[in-house]
């Protein structure tokens, strides 16, 4: 594990017997972007083709590729350990560092290192002053990084190629550590999503305590187990956020929690678990907890009878297939119409639990890959001159 180290032009955290005051260097000396293009009809070698889709944000991962042996725009070739690097719209940080050959978009650039250590530059281009230089994009609908600004950029690097490559090792293994738990998070999700195909075609079900089956299910409209409430007094006054206030404020998007504020009235502070449904896109969530939401753009969703598992209701909902035809209004109108499968008391309350222990590990997945990326971006600011 490094140790502390305070001098100037060295890191604050250092690695133990490394001495030597860090040099400075332009990034076009220690790497170039030049990479040969690719002629299908010259080489068919190359038979994965790396897209602008293909590189995860911000992740340093692949989620794709295609077969390149048949492409016919520009393509650049590029070999094993190279980096990629997205120069379109470049504030989205894609990238990747490759562990094959292969092809890929002219838009991302092909990165080979000059006397530097690969894992060391890997480690450099997710720094916060590359990260700066990068974004000084051109262009304003379609941004792309300028290569000539970048290159004379100045960068502190360690003269020793040994201790550029334990920096970079030790980066690439906290790397390594976020892949593994992303791919737990991803088989938890996939779990989730056939057990919920599972409960709601009964294909599974719980039994009662004596061993007997529960009642049938029955189908049931919406408007028969939700009732609605306009947001508009839980709308939030002020959107300059802090995340040291105490009440979160929601939207039905992917986003969920936009900011904290710290308004104390309009509180939405109800003794039962409410669903949020967005009234343009449908899209929904569950909320337990207290908040105030932005938009009057949607419907606050609770219980209409005694009974009534919120929980239950909600994952029914994710498994709807509404398809959106026009910019609209659509709870009142269609979506509360929509029929569910929908069981006893008793039986939506075990199902209900089963599902909330998958969303705590899910949950609690996501809560550490948070915290090992804040890790890993302390750690980048403190190995780095």
Not at 20 to 41: A, C, E, F, H, M
Not at 322 to 336: T, V
Request: hydrophobic share 40%; glycine share 4%; net charge positive.
């Amino acid at each position: 594990m490094p140790v502390m180290n305070t001098q100037t032009l060295l890191p604050q955290l250092r690695f133990p017997n490394f001495k030597q005051v860090w040099r400075v260097k332009k990034l076009g000396d220690i790497t170039t972007n030049k990479s040969l293009k690719y002629n299908p009809k010259v080489d068919k070698r190359y038979f994965k083709c790396i897209e602008l889709e293909h590189l995860g944000s911000d992740s340093g991962c692949l989620v794709g590729y295609t077969d390149g042996r048949n492409v016919k725009s520009v393509k650049n070739i590029f070999t094993k350990n190279a980096i990629l690097y997205s120069k379109l719209r470049p504030y989205l940080k894609k990238y990747y560092l490759c562990d094959f050959d292969g092809i890929c978009s002219a838009e991302i650039w092909v990165l080979t290192t000059r006397n530097i250590a690969v894992s060391f530059l890997y480690a450099l281009i997710q720094h916060n002053r590359f990260n700066y230089v990068v974004n000084l994009a051109t262009g304003t609908k379609m941004p792309r990084a300028d290569w000539k600004v970048l290159s004379k950029t100045t960068f502190l690097i360690p003269p020793s190629f040994l201790e550029q490559q334990k920096i970079g090792i030790f980066l690439r293994n906290i790397d390594q550590q976020i892949n593994n738990l992303n791919r737990r998070l991803v088989l938890w999700q996939v779990y989730k999503k056939g057990i919920l195909q599972q409960f709601f075609s009964q294909q599974l079900r719980f039994k009662q305590a004596d061993g007997s089956h529960y009642p049938a299910w029955k189908q049931k409209q919406l408007h028969e187990l939700l009732t609605y409430e306009q947001p508009t007094k839980y709308i939030v006054s002020n959107t300059q956020y802090n995340s040291t206030y105490l009440t979160p404020v929601l939207t039905a998007g992917k986003t969920f929690i936009l900011g904290y504020t710290n308004e104390t009235w309009g509180i939405c502070a109800k003794q039962h678990p409410i669903i949020i449904f967005d009234d343009f896109t449908t899209a929904s969530k569950y909320v337990n907890f207290k908040f105030k939401v932005k938009s009057s753009a949607m419907k606050l969703l609770h219980p209409a009878l005694p009974n009534i598992n919120m929980k239950f209701v909600f994952e029914a909902m994710q498994l709807i297939k509404f398809r959106l035809l026009d910019h609209k209004r659509y709870w009142i109108a269609e979506y509360q119409h929509l029929k569910i499968p929908f069981p006893a008391a008793a039986e939506q309350e075990q199902i209900s639990r089963f599902l909330s222990n998958i969303d705590h590990k899910i949950n609690h997945l996501r809560t550490r890959i948070t915290t090992v990326k804040q890790f890993k971006k302390g750690l980048l600011q403190q190995l780095f001159a």
